[in-house]
């Protein structure tokens, strides 16, 4: 027997580890700092109001025989898919509830949905990027190219004429924070469109545009239903890290060769899911219901632009400093060129000088060399305390 050959073509990742490991040596040598962390990605403020009662009554559901459930149905309960529906409707795209898919979250069905295309294809990835587009695809074995991402385009590459048959996208980008506009994002959909690729949207972080030009969704731009799959989660939008739920919307629309025949992309990702998936539990389904609720949804809108509020702060402070950075507006990330120094150098600087711990750039592809990642997911008393350090020190 062997093993996944493909494994050995991983890159170690070193980025969060090494992280951990500097600061923790850095708290050995000098207990006293007052170390602040701004280089987090997961949320930290608890599930709201509305959507811990939801769960709750779920709870006492499953302990009544009355109201016990079982196995939800293949895609996800209808509730809550008609809460997604109705959330897309907001946004001016139609679904059908055989289109949505309930998830455990977004990193899953990002890594997942390789399942259901050929090893032959070419897969273009824009770098800097979330890691796991790029490894669940070296996993599979299949032939990668980058497109970078800079100052020169803002970190939002556009098509630039090579072929590719999936693309991955991300916007509000992480770890970059920027956002595409509806003209790029119909650039990328036209594209697909003229070479039969497919879009892989992760829109993990749509609740946090707040621009109403930028689009919060592929989906709203004509021609997406035929070439477009939307990767979401409630990880960011709702505090679900540690609950898990996410969905994934795949057009009926969208139809691709299969064994020489045509075949529609939604019955080949149902397929994969019932043989492999088998549902998120009832309670968390229900807290995701209520996070759409119109409590939940102003409560989850509270949380979102407390982080915001964070963000704008860092980006209030770089833009005093006159440090090129990008993100911050419409995501929890801000993106901030190093002054002068590499992006480890940076950090080791910034750690020192300051005590603050963020991500450096070059962790998530070679064009992130040179910049740095700030998060707004903490509280406020520690951010405050932490922009001024950085302000003093640079
Ligand atoms: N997609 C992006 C772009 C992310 O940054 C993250 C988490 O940081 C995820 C997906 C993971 O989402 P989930 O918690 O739903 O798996």
Redesign the pocket.
Known sequence: MRLNGHFQDLKQSYLFITVAQKVNDFQKARPDADVIRLGI??VTLPLVPAVTAAMRRAVDEMGDAETFRGYSSDWGYEFLREAIRGHYAEKGVKLDLSEIFI????????GNISDIFDTDNKVLIPDPV?P?YVDSNIMAGRELEYIAGNEGNGFLPLPDGRHADIIYL?SP???TGAVYSKEQLRAWVDYANANSAIILF?S??EMFVGDKDLPTSILQMPGAETCAIE??????TAG??GV???YTVVPNALKRKSGGKEASVNSLWLRRQTTKFNGVSYITQRGAEAAFSPDGYKQIKENIDYYKRNTRLICDMLSELGIWYTGGENAPYVWMKCPNMSSWEFFDFLLDKANVVGTPGEGFGVNGEGYFRLTGFGGRENLEKAVKRIKAVL
């Open positions: 990605g997961d998830t455990d979250g977004a990193k899953s069905d990002a979330y796991v991300c980008n992480n770890p992760d993990a972080y990767i979401a989660s409630f990880s960011k679900f890290t898990r739920c996410g």
